[in-house]
Each structure stands twice: as C-alpha cells, then as structure tokens.
C-alpha cells in the first residue's frame, strides 16, 4: 500500500511538473465603475452610462476603450491618505507614454484631487477635438519642454470625491500636444501656487484618459511615478566635498550626494543650523552655498531636500556655470525634496550654486542636501 501511494504521488508531480505556469500577472479587464490597487498602483475606472472597458497591465500601465458615453475616466496613479499637502509628500513626476486614439473630447492628463479646500485638477497633455476648458488664462508655465496655459473653474452642484458639490478646478493645458514625455507634477502645482491657486491635503494624483460624450481608445505603455525623495537629514560636519564625477546624465543610476553644510558659505546672513535637520539656512538675497563639481556628461537632474520656515513658499536657484538654471520651491515648514530634471549644463570642473535671489521677508530656506543623478 505504501509503494502505490508513493508510485501515485510521483505521477501527480510529473504531471504537474509538465502543466504550463500560470501568469499571476495575467491582465485584468474591467468594464463598470471599479477601484482599487494593483501592482503599488491605485486605479479607478468612472463612468456615469455608456460602453467602457479598462485593462489594467503591469505597473501604471493600462489600456481603455470607450463609446456611447456622457463621462468617464480611466486612471492609474498614486492615491494619498488626505493628511498632507503636496509641499510635505515631496516632489511629484510621472513619465509616461501612450497611444492615444480620441474621437471627439477626450483628455490625456494627470489627474487629481485634493480636499480643504476641495479642489479638482487637470495637467492636460493632449486633447480630442476641443481643447479645454473654455476659460481665460491666468499665465503660462514653461516646463519639460513645453508651454502650458494656467487656468481656473468653477464647478457647481456637481459629482465629486465627496458627493455632489460646489469646487474649484486647476488647470495646466499644454499649448501644442503630445503623447509621451516626463511630467513635473509638483512644478504645475508650484505655478497655482503663485497665482492664488491653491490646493488642499492631497487625495489622488493619476495619469488619465477622459472620455466626454464621445468614443475613442487609448493604450498607456509606459507610466512611472516618482514621488517624494531620499528621507533623512544630514549628518553632522563634513570636509569639503571633493570634485568627483557624478553618474552620467538621464536621471537614473545612483545619485552624488553632497551636504549643504560641507558647501562655501556666502551672503550676509547665511549659517549652519541643526533643526529640522543639519544643514544651512539661507535668509535674504544673495545668501548661497556653492562647490566645485566635475562632470564627464552634460545633462543631469538636480535634487535638493529642504524647506521653509513657514507656511510660505521659500524658492532656491541653482546656478551651474553663473548661469541660473531652474528654481527649487518649498512651500511649508515639512522638509522635501524638490527635483529639476534634465538639466543642460557645461562639462569638467562647473561651479554649483545654490541662492536665494527672490527673498520678499515672509520667508526664509532651509537646505539639506543636493543629489546629481
């Protein structure tokens, strides 16, 4: 009896050694209203009637098809706990790519809400046949390579994430479309900022196709979010940093870290300080930290962890070369990191600055650390 259990039990291993794998990866397609997280990525299917079906692939990355609709959104992103600002999760960016196919209006955009105030906003990239939203613009914004137009709406009685109500809308809408590329979320949300626009606790952030009384479908192969930085604050007094090459440009690969506080210090006030981390405080006008950086290549991304020392927004320069090359926002007291990605610059032995050169007395900056990736 003992030999035939032990004879069965082979057999079933060989058989189940010859059964093909089974993809626990395998794509799921969804046809109503649905959501939840897949692979690290909150996804939402929304509609209010019509013909919808979203494919939810590996990590961000989805398919959509849609007819015969009012309204509906597909989405995959990040969703937030409804405890913090934008300023406090850290910086935000999503590159992506897709293959978009509207017919009639439709938008491919980042998505999102945020609640205290209770605020809906669109960063559109592309559009169908009507570029939204039919308002005038509060300004421009020019970031990854494009210019967007800034604007501002009112939704009354409307659906929300809290029920029917009244809510303000932010808009970013790219001037000329596109379909692939890197998306500086915490830059758009910067340029409301300061014009009056502000957001709330952060609800959701997602990349989304929109459908409005139209068909069309999309394919979004590529979608990677980037959101927050290293944590951690400096760490007691280093030497002064020496000139070594940092990774080759792109924005991936490990990154050269140098502390703030290891940096030369100049300006009238500039001076070490330990709380909320070890690092420098930069109070008016033309306090900077500065160090020499060697770079084989010339195009890297910049990261500099920070903040205010209030609830105002504090702004940094980074200069390489003398030549100022984008601008570092902390906008409240929780430190953060904020990115510039893509940055031209020379090679060799480049001087790096970090400046306050827009100090109007509301605020003061405090810097951790700077990254190169």
């Not at 439709?106 to 308002?135: H, Q, T």
């Not at 980074?318 to 953060?336: D, E, H, N, V």
Request: charged share 10%; hydrophobic share 30%; proline share 4%.
């Amino acid at each position: 009896m003992k030999k035939s259990k032990k004879a069965f039990l082979a057999i079933l291993m060989c058989i189940a050694l010859t059964l093909p794998a089974v993809n626990v990866l395998a794509a799921t397609t969804i046809t109503s209203n649905q959501s939840g997280t897949q692979d690290g990525y909150y996804y939402e299917l929304w509609k209010d009637n019509g013909t919808t079906s979203m494919t939810l692939n590996s990590g961000g990355t989805f398919s959509c098809q849609w007819s015969n609709i009012n309204n509906a959104l597909f989405r995959k992103g990040r969703k937030f706990n409804e405890t913090q600002t934008y300023q406090q999760i850290g910086n935000i960016s999503v590159n992506y790519g897709a293959t978009y196919n509207p017919n009639g209006n439709s938008y491919l955009c980042i998505y999102g809400w945020s609640v205290d105030p209770l605020v809906e906003f669109y960063i559109v990239d592309s559009w169908g046949n009507w570029r939204p939203p039919g308002a005038s613009s509060k300004g421009t914004i020019n970031v990854d390579g494009g210019t967007y137009d800034i604007y501002e709406t009112t939704r009354t009685n409307q659906p929300s994430i809290k029920g029917t109500a009244t809510f303000k809308q932010f808009w970013s809408v790219r001037t000329s479309k596109r379909t692939s590329g890197t998306i500086s979320v915490t830059q758009h949300f910067n340029a409301w900022a300061s014009r009056g626009m502000t957001l709330g606790k952060m609800y959701e952030v997602s990349l989304c196709v929109e459908g409005y009384q139209s068909s069309g479908s999309a394919n979004v192969y590529s979608n990677t979010f980037s959101v927050g930085g290293s944590s951690g604050g400096g760490g007691g007094t280093n030497p002064t940093p020496t000139p070594t090459p940092p990774p080759s440009g792109g924005g991936g690969g490990t990154a050269t870290r140098t502390e703030c506080e290891s940096m030369s210090k100049s300006g009238q006030y500039t001076g070490n300080i330990s709380s909320p981390f070890n690092g420098v405080a930069l109070y008016a006008n033309n306090d900077m930290v500065s160090y020499t950086q060697y770079f084989a290549s010339g195009n890297h991304s910049f990261t500099l962890r920070g903040c205010s020392n209030n609830s105002n927004m504090a702004r940094v320069d980074l200069r390489i070369g003398g030549q100022t090359k984008g601008t570092f926002y902390f906008g409240g007291s929780y430190p953060a990191s904020y990115t510039i990605n893509n940055v031209s610059h020379g090679t060799g032995n480049q001087q790096i600055q970090l400046v306050v050169t827009a100090d109007n007395g509301s605020w003061d900056a405090f810097i951790d650390y700077l990254e190169i990736r």
